[in-house]
């Protein structure tokens, strides 16, 4: 028989120690196939789990949250939140009886900001009032007074709130008085230009006016700025 170990027909070699046997010719080979279990992963039930392996970038369940953090001090544009912030903070989405609250809350306080919706709210409010105050001074003079001395009362607050809403827009103070400029030199144009059209026999225009009003519009209806955080007080 045809040894594949020793095809030339010489003497057989002595088998070394741990040396598979020799196959020979016509003889079937089984395979046995070997493999290293992997190591398990996970630990056993009930076992331990390994500490390293925890993620500690998460904070704990019960940790604190900072009322000062950025919810109130850079809000989306458009955003609102949903708890009353800090009296110092600006109000983002504040309703009409909250915006006039803080109105004379806040009745002197010229640092920190605004939001638009505290601003424009009482806007709302201080027109209906003098609305009603024109009504009740067509009855009696008595109202008269009456307005005027609402109108002494909520001048402060007023330009506080004005100076508030263009610290949240990033703007300084002195941006508060850039509508009443432009009113000021508006009427000056038209008294000018009315002199020389009586002088001429001409009819006066009073087109002018009103350049004050616009400006005040697009100025405190800018969009709110988080680096006018830098406005509020330390």
């Known amino acids: 028989m045809y040894d594949s170990a020793n095809p030339a027909g010489s003497a057989p070699r002595a088998p070394q120690p741990n040396e598979p046997a020799p196959v020979l010719y016509g003889e079937s080979v089984t395979f046995t196939e070997t493999s290293t279990?992997?190591?398990?992963?996970?630990?056993?039930?009930?076992?331990?789990?390994?500490?390293?392996?925890?993620?500690?970038?998460?904070?704990?369940?019960?940790?604190?949250?900072?009322?000062?953090?950025?919810?109130?001090?850079?809000?989306?544009?458009?955003?609102?939140?949903?708890?009353?912030?800090?009296?110092?903070?600006?109000?983002?989405?504040?309703?009409?009886?909250?915006?006039?609250?803080?109105?004379?809350?806040?009745?002197?306080?010229?640092?920190?900001?605004?939001?638009?919706?505290?601003?424009?709210?009482?806007?709302?409010?201080?027109f209906l009032v003098s609305f009603v105050f024109n009504l009740l001074t067509r009855a009696s003079s008595f109202f008269n007074v009456l307005s005027a001395i609402w109108g002494l009362a909520i001048l402060v607050p007023q330009i506080a709130l004005a100076v508030r809403r263009v610290h949240d827009a990033n703007l300084p103070d002195g941006w508060v008085a850039l509508p009443y400029g432009i009113e000021v030199v508006g009427a000056m144009v038209i008294s000018f230009s009315m002199v020389g059209t009586v002088a001429s026999g001409l009819s006066g225009s009073s087109s002018g006016l009103g350049g004050g009003a616009v400006t005040a519009i697009v100025l405190f209806a800018k969009q709110s700025d988080p680096q006018g955080a830098r406005f509020d007080r330390r």
């Not at 940790?63 to 950025?70: C, E, F, G, H, Y």
């Open 37 to 126: 279990p992997a190591p398990n992963s996970s630990p056993a039930y009930g076992a331990p789990a390994d500490p390293s392996a925890a993620t500690f970038s998460a904070p704990a369940y019960s940790a604190s949250v900072d009322p000062n953090a950025a919810a109130f001090n850079a809000p989306a544009y458009g955003g609102a939140t949903a708890a009353e912030p800090p009296i110092n903070m600006p109000w983002y989405g504040i309703d009409f009886l909250n915006a006039i609250k803080r109105f004379f809350t806040k009745y002197a306080t010229f640092s920190g900001r605004a939001s638009r919706g505290e601003f424009w709210w009482v806007m709302l409010f201080l």
